[in-house]
C-alpha cells in the first residue's frame, strides 16, 4: 500500500474478506488466522492487523482517480462486487476484473454524496448526490438490468434537493429511508404506485443506519443523535449528545441494542449500550449508557492515534476493524458489558441473549468467544436448585394424580415417597386427624383427656414356661394401629399371616420378623429370616446369622444371652435387626432403644407405642414427637398432627427449611380440610405455587390444581363472574339470549343476533371485520330440546365468534379476527388508538433474539 487508508469495509456475505479505499487504489483482504499462513508465499500486507489474524492482499483496483465513497454489495455465491463513487457523479461498479465493468453517469455532474444497497433485493442500489436545480438527487438502479437506462433505472426522487445519507429498510423490501437537503428525513415505500412518501422534519439527516431487528433508526448531525421508531417517524425517541462532532454512527450488526461512533480528533470508539424499561416490543423511550474503548494500545512517549473510521463484522460477535488517522488498521474485539439474569426456567442469560449457563466446566475458555458462554466457578458439579427440582415435578404432574400413593413416586425422593403413602392411607380410612387427636393428646393444658387403655398380660405363643410382657389394649388404640400401617386384625391369624406374606413378597423380610417379634411369635420370626437368608443376592447377609442368633431365645430370658445382644446391637447395620434383638433384650419397662430408633419409620415406632406404652408414657412420647416433627420439618409427623393446625405448623416448618413450596401447597390442596384452606399460610403456598406454574407456562396442572381445591371449597353462589351488558341499556345480553334460545327451540335455522333483545340498539362492530358483533345459536331438535336447553348462548358459540376486548382501550371484535391481527401487529387495529394491546398480556418474557446467529 502506497497510500493512506481512508475507509474500509467488510464483506457482508464473506466473513473473511473486506476491502479498502486509499485514494486511488481499492483493495481486498482475506483475512486469515497466523497458525494458517503459508509464510513461504510472501502476499501478506504489511500491516499489523492483530496477534492471532493477518490479511493477506488478494486483489486491487487502480483505475479509478479520487474515489469519495465505496458500498460493498450483499451479493453472494462467489460474486464479489461493489460500487464507489467519483467527486464527478459517477458510479462504478467493480469485481476487480479487467473487464465489465459498469458506470453510471448522472445528466449533470456533481459528486456522489452516498450509496446504498438493498439487502433484500441485493441488485438494487440507490445512489445519492448533491443539489441541482434540474436533476434528481436520489437514483435507483436496478444492476441485474444492465447499463443504466430507461428499464434499469427503477425511480428519481428528489428534483432540486441534496442526499445526505441513505440506507434500505430490513424488513420490507422497497422500502428507502433517506436524509434530505439538510431539513427532514423521508421514508418512501415503492411498493405502492404512486410511492407512500412519511417525512419527518429533523436537522439530523446523516448516517442514517437501521438496528439489526428493523425496528429503529439512528441518524446524527454535528454532535447529536437522534433515534427513531420506524413505526411513526413523527417524532424521535431519544435524544443523545456526544462532546464533539460525529464523524461516523452505525449500529452493531449482531446487536439491536448498541450504537457505536466515533468524533472528530479522538482516539477512541463511543459505544452507546440502549435499555428499554420493558422489551423492545413496547417502545417508549430507551435508556442509554455511554462507554468507551480504545483498539488501538498507547505506547511509551507516543500520541494515540485519532480513529478514522470503523466497520463491524457482520456474523462474528461485537467484532470490527478500526481504522486510525495514520492508516493502522486493527481487528478488535469489543469488550462485552454483560448484565445477566435469571430467567422464569432457572436459565442464565445474558443481556443479548445468550444462555450463560456451563457450571460443569473446570476448565478456562480456549478463545475469547468461549468466555462469554463458559464459567469457571472451580466446582465439578452442583447441586440442584430447588426451583429446577419443583418444575421438574410440576411437568410429571407431581401431585396431582388421582391415586395420592403415586405423587411420591414422581417426588423422586425416598422420604416423600413414604409421606404420600401414609396420607394416602390415612384418606382411604377417612380419617384425617392424627394420632395426636385419636388417642386424646394434645400439647395445649386444656386439651381433652387421654383415652384409657386395659393393660393385658401376653405370653410367649412358642413356650410354654416363662413371664410375658404387658400390652395395652383400647378401640382408640386399635384405630391408631390401623393409621400407622399395620391393617391386620390381630384377633383372627389369617389375616396377620396376609400381613406378613406381604411384607415377604416385598422383600422386607427384616421388617416382617420384628412385626412377628412384637406380636411374640418367634419361631415365624426365625422363618422368615431364614427365607430372606435363602433369597438374598448378598452373601454378606446376616439375615442367617440372626436367625442363629435369635434361636438362643428363651422366655426366661438368660442374662448372658442379653449380655451378648446389648453387646452385638451397636454393630448390627440392619435398624430392624437391631431393633429387634433391642425388644427382645429389653429391661423392664424400658423401651426407649426401640422408640428412639430413627431409622425406622415413624409409623413403626407409633405402632409399637400404642401397644406397649403406658397412657402416661405414650402422652409423654406423642408430645414430644410431635414438638420434635415441627422443629425439624418431617413430614412424616402429619402421622401424628393430621388435618389440624399443628399440622399447618409442620407443612411451614418444612417450607422454611427446604423452600419446597410446591410439596406443603399440593399436600395442603389434597388433604387439609375447606376450613383450614382458609389460613392465611395456607393461602400463600397456594398462591406461590400457582403463581409458578402461571410463569412456567403450565396451564394444564395449573386448572388441575384448581380443580382439586373446588373439590374441598364449596361451591360459589354465582358462579358466573362476568357478564355482557348492553352499552346503551345496561342490560345483560347473554341471559337474554338463553331467553331467546328457550323460545325458539323447535326451529330448525340458523340465528345470528347483532342488536341487543333487549332494546334492539346495534352491538358493537368488530374492529376487523366491521360487521356488528353477534351470537350465532345452533339448531335445536325437537328431540333434544331438553337436553340442550343449558346450551344456550355462549356454549353454544365457537370460541372464534367470542366478543374479545382489550382491557385498556375498550376496542375488540371476533377472536379468530383479533389473534389473526396479533400474530403480526402489537397495536390496536382501531384507526388512531396508539394502545398496545397485544404487548399489555404477553404470555412469556421473550429474550432478544438477534439475527444473525453465532457460529
Not at 499489523?48 to 454489495?73: C, G, M, N
Not at 417525512?199 to 443506519?209: E, I, Y
Not at 417426588?411 to 394416602?424: F, M
Request: hydrophobic fraction near 35%; charged fraction near 20%; include cysteine.
Amino acid at each position: 500500500m502506497t497510500q493512506t487508508v481512508v475507509e474500509l469495509h467488510w464483506f457482508p456475505k464473506y466473513s473473511d474478506r473486506f476491502l479498502t479505499t486509499a485514494g486511488s487504489e481499492i483493495n481486498l483482504y482475506q483475512v486469515k488466522n497466523r497458525d494458517l499462513v503459508d509464510h513461504g508465499i510472501n502476499t501478506n500486507i504489511n500491516l499489523d492487523i492483530s496477534k492471532s489474524t493477518t490479511a493477506t492482499l488478494i486483489a486491487f483496483e487502480t483505475r479509478y482517480q479520487f474515489i469519495r465513497s465505496v458500498a460493498p454489495s450483499y451479493h453472494g455465491s462467489g460474486e464479489i462486487l461493489f460500487a464507489a463513487g467519483f467527486p464527478n457523479g459517477k458510479v462504478a461498479l467493480c469485481n476487480f476484473a479487467n473487464e465489465n465493468n459498469v458506470e453510471f453517469t448522472p445528466r449533470v455532474s456533481r459528486p456522489c454524496t452516498c450509496l446504498a444497497w438493498s439487502e433484500l433485493e441485493p441488485s438494487i442500489i440507490a445512489m445519492g448526490h448533491d443539489r441541482n436545480r434540474s436533476d434528481h438527487c436520489i437514483t435507483i438502479w436496478d444492476t441485474e438490468r444492465g447499463v443504466p437506462n430507461q428499464t434499469s433505472i427503477l425511480q428519481l426522487i428528489g428534483l432540486s434537493e441534496t442526499a445526505h445519507s441513505i440506507c434500505w429498510d430490513r424488513t420490507f423490501p422497497q422500502v428507502m429511508i433517506a436524509g434530505m437537503s439538510h431539513k427532514y428525513i423521508k421514508m418512501m415505500d415503492f411498493r405502492q404506485n404512486p410511492a407512500t412518501v412519511t417525512v419527518a422534519n429533523a436537522r439530523t439527516v446523516n448516517g442514517l443506519c437501521i438496528a439489526p431487528n428493523g425496528r429503529y433508526l439512528a441518524s446524527y448531525v454535528d454532535n447529536v443523535i437522534n433515534l427513531w421508531d420506524l413505526r411513526s417517524l413523527d417524532k424521535a425517541i431519544s435524544q443523545i449528545q456526544m462532546q464533539k462532532n460525529i464523524t461516523h454512527l452505525s449500529w452493531c450488526p449482531t446487536r439491536s441494542s448498541v450504537l457505536t461512533t466515533l468524533q472528530r480528533d479522538s482516539p477512541l470508539i463511543n459505544l452507546i449500550d440502549l435499555h428499554w424499561p420493558g422489551s423492545e416490543m413496547d417502545g417508549g423511550e430507551p435508556h442509554s449508557v455511554k462507554r468507551f474503548v480504545s483498539p488501538f494500545p498507547t505506547r511509551h512517549g507516543s500520541r494515540v492515534p485519532s480513529m478514522s473510521y470503523l466497520s463491524w463484522h457482520p456474523y462474528d460477535l461485537e467484532r470490527m476493524l478500526a481504522l486510525s488517522g495514520t492508516g493502522m488498521i486493527c481487528d478488535y474485539r469489543i469488550p462485552q458489558r454483560v448484565a445477566i439474569s435469571w430467567d422464569n426456567n432457572n436459565n442464565l442469560y445474558g443481556n443479548n441473549g445468550n444462555e450463560l449457563r456451563q457450571f460443569t466446566s473446570p476448565s478456562p475458555p480456549t478463545t475469547p468467544s468461549d468466555s462469554l458462554n463458559q464459567w469457571d466457578c472451580g466446582i465439578d458439579s452442583y447441586e440442584e436448585d430447588v426451583a429446577e427440582t419443583i418444575q421438574k415435578r410440576a411437568i410429571n404432574n407431581y401431585g396431582l394424580t388421582a391415586e395420592m400413593h403415586r405423587n411420591g413416586d414422581l417426588a423422586g425422593n425416598a422420604n416423600l415417597k413414604g409421606v404420600w403413602k401414609q396420607l394416602d392411607h390415612m384418606t382411604k380410612e377417612d380419617c384425617k386427624l392424627g394420632l395426636n387427636t385419636i388417642l386424646g393428646v394434645c400439647s395445649a393444658p386444656d386439651g381433652p383427656a387421654m383415652s384409657r387403655s386395659d393393660p393385658v398380660m401376653m405370653k410367649w405363643t412358642d413356650f410354654a414356661i416363662g413371664s410375658g410382657l404387658v400390652v395395652y389394649r383400647s378401640e382408640h388404640r386399635d384405630t391408631a394401629q390401623l393409621l400407622c400401617g399395620w391393617t391386620f386384625d390381630r384377633t383372627k391369624e389369617s389375616s396377620f399371616a396376609s400381613f406378613i406374606d406381604e411384607l415377604c413378597t416385598n422383600k422386607e423380610f427384616t421388617r416382617a420378623a420384628l412385626i412377628t417379634c412384637f406380636h411374640f411369635k418367634i419361631k415365624q420370626a426365625i422363618d422368615i429370616l431364614g427365607r430372606g437368608a435363602e433369597q438374598s443376592a448378598d452373601p454378606s447377609s446376616l439375615l442367617r446369622v440372626a436367625a442363629i442368633a435369635l434361636s438362643g431365645f428363651s422366655a426366661e430370658r438368660s442374662g448372658l444371652w442379653r449380655k451378648q445382644c446389648g453387646a452385638a446391637r451397636t454393630q448390627i447395620d440392619d435398624p430392624y435387626l437391631r431393633c429387634m434383638f433391642s425388644f427382645l433384650a429389653h429391661e423392664k419397662d424400658g423401651f426407649e432403644t426401640v422408640t428412639n430408633e430413627t431409622e425406622i419409620s415413624l409409623s413403626d415406632r407409633m405402632a409399637f407405642a400404642c401397644n406397649f406404652l403406658s397412657d402416661l408414657k405414650l402422652a409423654e412420647y406423642i408430645k414430644g414427637m410431635v414438638a420434635n416433627c415441627i422443629e425439624t420439618g418431617d413430614l412424616n409427623g402429619l402421622l401424628l398432627t393430621g388435618a389440624t393446625n399443628d399440622g399447618i405448623k409442620l407443612l411451614q416448618s418444612h417450607l422454611d427449611r427446604t423452600e419446597d413450596v410446591q410439596t406443603v401447597a399440593l399436600i395442603a390442596a389434597r388433604f387439609l380440610t375447606s376450613d383450614l384452606l382458609t389460613d392465611y399460610r395456607v393461602q400463600y403456598w397456594i398462591c406461590t405455587y400457582r403463581d409458578l406454574l402461571d410463569i412456567w407456562g403450565l396451564w394444564e396442572q395449573r386448572a388441575q390444581l384448581d380443580i382439586n381445591l373446588g373439590k374441598i371449597r364449596s361451591p360459589p353462589q354465582n358462579s358466573r363472574s362476568v357478564f355482557l351488558l348492553c352499552n346503551f341499556c345496561g342490560k345483560n345480553v347473554s341471559m337474554t339470549l338463553q331467553e331467546d334460545q328457550r323460545l325458539r327451540s323447535n326451529t330448525a335455522v340458523m340465528h345470528k343476533l347483532s342488536s341487543c333483545p333487549n332494546c334492539r340498539k346495534p352491538l358493537p362492530r368488530c374492529a376487523l371485520c366491521l360487521l356488528h358483533m353477534g351470537t350465532t345459536m345452533g339448531a335445536v331438535s325437537q328431540g333434544h330440546a331438553g337436553i340442550q336447553t343449558g346450551q344456550a348462548g355462549w356454549q353454544s358459540k365457537p370460541f372464534s365468534k367470542w366478543f374479545s376486548w382489550c382491557q385498556t382501550c375498550r376496542h375488540g371484535g371476533h377472536t379468530e379476527h383479533l389473534a389473526e391481527w396479533f400474530n403480526e401487529n402489537t397495536e390496536c387495529p382501531v384507526t388512531s388508538c396508539s394502545c398496545k394491546c397485544y404487548a399489555k398480556d404477553l404470555p412469556m418474557p421473550q429474550f432478544p433474539r438477534e439475527k444473525y446467529a453465532l457460529s
